[in-house]
Antibody, heavy 117, light 110 residues
């Protein structure tokens, strides 16, 4: 059974940092491109970042470029998102998801990030 | 910057058919954009319905179908049911590793 379990969210002050993790199981993690997608309260889905299966290719939305860093550990079937210089507008539920061009069900339940002083 | 457009809201009668669309602020959607569709109920994670234009995700009933209609990607729901009432999102691949979600459509079944 495919599972994605996000963790690492929490309350952080503006300007602070958080590191999100996504533990994958039930599929060949090292074969899949992976993504982070977020959803601010009451808002729609927003693609944040993606990383190729090998980790060689990395892409970011303009809204997070220079502040967020995506990475992966294929040996541990894990995906990460290092978030620095957090802003109020980064507050959201963060989901990890497999390749958006493929059948990427199911998504994880997400991890909540709150940015507030 | 190109915006992905969706109807903010739509409605359908129980048992009826509704088409939700996913377009671009500039240009036409083609299979090269790998349009995918997600269903989301409040407080829940998105559920994949359709990927790469018209491929149905495992376990999704065949009353959900994807296509290209004119210049847009389309999600057609036939035989609408009460529990189809929720939000629907499309996403498009813009090239260069970049994906963009549409703003979502809130579907009402009434």
């Amino acid at each position: 059974e495919v599972q994605l379990v996000e963790s690492g969210g929490g309350l952080v002050e503006p300007g602070g940092s958080l590191r999100l993790s996504c533990a994958a199981s039930g599929f060949a993690f090292n074969y899949y491109n992976m993504n982070w997608v977020r959803q601010a309260p009451g808002r729609g889905l927003e693609w944040v970042s993606s990383i190729s299966s090998s980790g060689s290719y990395i892409y970011y939305a303009e809204s997070v470029k220079g502040r967020f860093t995506i990475s992966r550990d294929n040996a541990k079937s894990s995906l990460f998102l290092q978030m620095n210089s957090l802003r109020a507008e980064d507050a959201a539920v963060y989901y990890c998801a497999r390749d958006l061009a493929l059948d990427n069900r199911p998504w994880g339940q997400g991890t909540q990030v709150t940015v507030s002083s | 910057q190109t915006v992905v457009t969706q109807e903010p809201s739509s409605s359908v009668s129980p048992g009826g058919t509704v088409i939700l669309t996913c377009g671009l602020s500039s240009g036409s959607v083609s299979p090269n954009f790998y349009p995918s569709w997600y269903q989301q109920t409040p407080g829940q994670a998105p559920r994949t319905l359709i990927y790469s234009t018209d491929s149905r995700s495992s376990g999704v009933p065949d009353r959900f179908s994807g296509s290209i209609l004119g210049s847009k990607a389309a999600l057609t729901i036939t035989g609408a049911q009460a529990d189809d009432e929720c939000d629907y999102y499309c996403v498009l691949y813009m090239g260069g590793g970049i994906w963009v979600f549409g703003g979502g459509t809130k579907l009402t079944v009434l």
